[in-house]
């Protein structure tokens, strides 16, 4: 509620970009049937280009938070790079437009969106969706990169407000990879 006891229904969906994972597929259709349902929707990319621009809603604000140089077509965008573009861009949209809940996906994303409210320091509730097994994703990934990305699951994802698996083995590796209690984390097929 805001202080006017009227119901904030101003929502936001979080991801990297628009290039046509299913993650990304999932955060139009998402946006789209919030917005169908009455919300204020805010579909946020660090990449606002990709083939799914054309499906965004016309009821949906699509807000790209990175610099006009990240619009540019074929720039090559590194991962340490996105993660500073993402973080400074998300955390001034949470200052500025304070949604009532803002929704993430995907490990990077998941990190960025939880560490962006704590240095905005807004109410804003965050739910972060998990679709892949830890497990079986940091097997595939370099030994460095799999160290630090587990620490910060382990160490972060205990800040989101909500936990949403995309089945019950992935809610339970999250919760044995994570430390994070099974209870905590929602499993929606």
């Given at each position: 509620m805001d202080t006017t006891g009227t119901e904030n229904r101003h929502l936001a969906l979080f991801t990297y970009g628009l290039a046509g994972s299913g993650a990304q597929w999932r955060m139009v259709n998402l946006a789209r049937a919030f917005a169908d349902r009455g919300y204020h929707v805010?579909?946020?990319?660090?990449?606002?280009?990709?083939?799914?621009?054309?499906?965004?809603?016309?009821?949906?604000?699509?807000?790209?938070?990175?610099?006009?140089?990240?619009?540019?077509?074929g720039l090559r965008h590194t991962q340490g790079r996105w993660w500073l573009t993402g973080?400074?861009?998300?955390?001034?949209?949470?200052?500025?437009?304070?949604?009532?809940?803002?929704?993430?996906?995907?490990?990077?994303?998941?990190?960025?969106?939880?560490?962006?409210?704590?240095?905005?320091?807004?109410?804003?509730?965050?739910?972060?969706?998990?679709?892949?097994?830890?497990?079986?994703?940091?097997?595939?990934?370099?030994?460095?990169?799999?160290?630090?990305?587990?620490?910060?699951?382990?160490?972060?994802?205990?800040?989101?407000?909500?936990?949403?698996?995309?089945s019950k083995g992935v809610a339970e590796d999250v919760a044995r990879m994570t430390g994070i209690a099974r209870a905590r984390i929602v499993a929606i097929n």
């Open positions: 805010d579909l946020l990319v660090v990449r606002g280009r990709g083939p799914l621009v054309q499906e965004v809603s016309p009821s949906v604000r699509l807000v790209t938070l990175g610099p006009w140089w990240e619009r540019l077509p973080l400074a861009g998300l955390t001034r949209y949470l200052r500025r437009e304070q949604p009532a809940g803002l929704l993430s996906t995907s490990y990077f994303s998941n990190v960025i969106a939880l560490w962006a409210r704590a240095l905005a320091e807004v109410p804003t509730r965050v739910v972060i969706r998990v679709s892949n097994h830890l497990s079986h994703s940091l097997t595939h990934t370099p030994s460095l990169s799999r160290r630090v990305q587990l620490f910060s699951a382990r160490r972060f994802y205990s800040w989101a407000d909500a936990i949403i698996a995309v």
